[in-house]
């Protein structure tokens, strides 16, 4: 089968040398088609990439963001299957051609396992969401629901035909792949999961993509899209699932630093948590009495929750007050 790979960039010439190198054996193989959708730069890099790639499909649109770069590519996309990838970002194409070669092709999502390479960190190589890897799967969706959080697209193989016949989209802003994600999901598609590893997510200093645990707008964005997911994903099987990530992960970014926030922070951050906290404790964390999502950390985050009560300013003051006046009490 033959696949079209869907690249989005803004501003990536920091990043040519690697991509040029990373890109370059993928370019020269007539099974693959590549799209570079740049979204709106303003620097040199679509300049170098038509020099030294004359051949690659080069579009450009005025900056929306990475996700409607992709719903761009997927329109202009003509081989049978469609993938995504990061100009920063690096595939193992042995691996990739591999894969390509054992795909079944009424299969409408490929799910293949990711790693993370943290640059900052002497390149420390971790596994991407292992615990939804652990177990080969062929299926509906619903049938293995742990899928739902693996919420990054660049590590999937999807079917065109599919894409375009569930008139699914990836929205404005950031976080797009959870939801892009969901709503596929949602279509209960027939999956496939493998614990082959093709693809290296690169986290580099400062990248866009990264989570500002102290930026306003970045934590709204986090939590708007973890409540929608949860709406979107109301009485189906991948309910608790998402529920049980949003503990062991999103709300778990912040409850570790809450204490040192700056007041704001934490009267924005205490109010996102509190949504989440009327569902608390996650009620079925099994089908079947087989585990669906499980995590060192979930008992130790269930602590976390009730102690950010006890961390609530209000609360800190109530307390305060409530002491000085036992004090007080005491003179006379």
């Not at 696949?3 to 193989?29: E, H, Q, R």
């Not at 099974?31 to 620097?43: A, H, Q, T």
């Not at 890099?45 to 690659?56: G, S, T, Y």
């Not at 503990?247 to 509190?274: G, T, V």
């Amino acid at each position: 089968m033959q696949a079209t790979l869907i690249i989005p960039v803004f501003n990536g010439m920091k990043y040519f040398s690697f991509f040029k190198k990373n890109i370059i054996d993928i370019y020269n193989d007539p099974k693959y088609e590549i799209i570079v959708v740049d979204d709106g730069s303003n620097d040199l890099f679509h300049e170098n990439l038509l020099k030294d790639f004359p051949n690659i499909l080069y579009f450009y649109q005025k900056n929306q963001g990475s996700g409607i770069a992709r719903n761009y590519g997927i329109k202009k996309a003509t081989k049978d299957l469609v993938m995504f990838m990061d100009v920063d970002d690096e595939i193992n194409k042995p691996e990739l051609d591999h894969v390509i070669s054992k795909i079944d092709g009424s299969i409408d999502i490929n799910c293949f396992q990711a790693k993370r390479i943290h640059i900052a960190q002497n390149n420390k190589e971790v596994f991407w969401k292992k615990e939804v890897f652990k177990d080969e799967y062929i299926g509906p969706a619903f049938g293995s629901p742990n899928i739902i959080i693996d919420s990054i697209v660049m590590n999937k193989i999807f079917r065109r035909d599919f894409l375009i016949q569930s008139k699914v989209v990836f929205p404005e802003g950031k976080y797009e792949d959870k939801i892009f994600l969901t709503k596929l999901f949602l279509k209960n598609p027939l999956i496939s999961i493998n614990n082959v590893c093709f693809y290296k997510w690169m986290v580099f200093p400062n990248s866009v993509s990264q989570t500002n645990t102290k930026d306003i707008d970045d934590i709204n964005q986090r939590f708007d899209s973890c409540e929608y997911q949860l709406f979107l994903a109301k009485d189906t099987p991948f309910f608790d699932v998402i529920l049980s990530n949003i503990y062991n992960h999103d709300i778990s970014l912040y409850s570790h630093n809450y204490k040192k926030m700056e007041p704001e922070l934490k009267k924005l951050i205490f109010k996102r948590f509190l949504i989440f906290k009327q569902y608390h404790p996650v009620k079925n964390l099994s089908i079947n009495g087989k585990i669906i999502y499980k995590s060192d950390s979930y008992k130790q985050l269930c602590k976390a929750m009730k102690r950010i009560d006890k961390n609530n300013p209000l609360n800190i003051i109530k307390k305060a007050i409530f002491k000085n006046i036992i004090i007080i009490m005491k003179f006379f």
